[in-house]
Nanobody
């Protein structure tokens, strides 16, 4: 069974940086896509970024592509999201997710929460102004 565990959230000021981690376990992840989503109170869960575990290809939401960076460490089975130049509107619970048999690393294929099969519990990021 796939398990995902996020960490690294916290309370920061506008302009600060954070690095979120997602430890993945339960099976090899070749052929999987891994992604980050976020959900603010009263809003839908929105796509942030995703990568192909085998290919390393990445895709970002337009709202974050110049500030956030997604990466992975295969040896540690860990995915990261580097958040720079944080803004109050980035405040949300950030979730990592995994999708089986994901060979297209595009926003069209991965940009909706329903496309993913497994989810972590989330980590809170709060950005004060």
């Amino acid at each position: 069974q796939v398990q995902l565990a996020e960490s690294g959230g916290g309370l920061v000021q506008a302009g600060d940086s954070l690095r979120l981690s997602c430890l993945a376990s339960g099976r090899p992840f070749e052929g999987y896509a891994m992604g980050w989503f976020r959900q603010a109170p009263g809003k839908e869960r929105d796509f942030v970024a995703a990568l192909g575990w085998s290919s390393g290809a990445t895709v970002y939401a337009d709202s974050v592509k110049d500030r956030f960076t997604i990466s992975k460490d295969n040896a540690r089975n860990t995915m990261y999201l580097q958040l720079n130049s944080l803004k109050p509107e980035d405040t949300a619970v950030y979730f990592c997710a995994a999708k089986r048999a994901a060979w297209k690393i595009t926003k069209q294929a991965l940009g909706a929460a329903g496309a993913f099969d497994f989810w972590g519990q989330g980590t809170q990021v709060t950005v004060s102004s």
